[in-house]
């Protein structure tokens, strides 16, 4: 219920840790569940592409509709 504050705390999040894999996947996460598909997307493509592991994306509960994307699957 708090969006202005959670979406301050994801941008600071994303300035100290850019590069980590676990940390742009949770941002993908918080990304989605605060209604910015666009966002999640872009930090989904950035932790997979720093190394973090696909079947931990389709194991995520919360990424089931990123995972239902035309998007995800490109």
Same mark, same amino acid.
Not at 21 to 26: H, M, Y
């Given at each position: =219920?708090?969006?202005?504050? +959670?979406? #301050?705390? /994801?941008?600071? !999040? ?20 605060? =209604?910015?598909?666009?966002? +999640?997307? #872009?930090? /989904?493509?950035? !932790? ?27």
């Amino acid at each position: =219920g708090e969006t202005v504050a +959670a979406s #301050e705390e /994801l941008n600071r !999040a994303e300035l100290q840790s850019p590069t980590q894999a676990g940390i742009l996947f949770r941002l993908a996460v918080a990304h989605e569940i605060a =209604g910015q598909r666009a966002r +999640a997307m #872009e930090r /989904l493509e950035q !932790a997979l592409g720093a190394g973090y592991a696909e079947k931990e994306v389709r194991a995520e509960p919360e990424l089931i509709d990123v995972r239902n994307d035309v998007r995800y699957h490109k």
